[in-house]
């Protein structure tokens, strides 16, 4: 990875972790190079779990509930299915 997608992976972080949603999705469209709404399709397709995972963390601390579950439970498939594609033997 550049540094420059480096910095904007952790910035996208410390503004979900802060609570600024819309920040983030900002910050990572600069990744994604998409400035719509599709840059949440992208990261989807291109099953970025970290930024699902650290948007879920920053949902649950907002109380939204629902959308944060939606979020860990998208990130869960992802892992299966990785470590059935690499017929990993692996425990979560």
């Not at 904007?8 to 900002?26: H, I, M, P």
């Not at 994604?32 to 599709?38: I, L, Q, R, V, Y």
């Not at 939606?70 to 990785?82: A, E, F, L, P, V």
């Amino acid at each position: 990875m550049s540094l420059i997608s480096d910095i904007n992976n952790q910035a996208t972080k410390v503004l979900l972790r802060v609570g600024r949603v819309e920040d983030a999705a900002n910050r990572i469209s600069l990744f994604t190079g998409h400035e719509a709404p599709p840059e949440q399709q992208n990261l989807y397709d291109m099953q970025c779990t970290w930024y699902e995972l650290e948007l879920a963390d920053c949902l649950r601390k907002k109380g939204e509930l629902g959308k944060s579950l939606r979020k860990y439970s998208t990130s869960y498939i992802y892992i299966c299915i990785d470590c059935v594609n690499e017929k990993s033997h692996v425990c979560i």
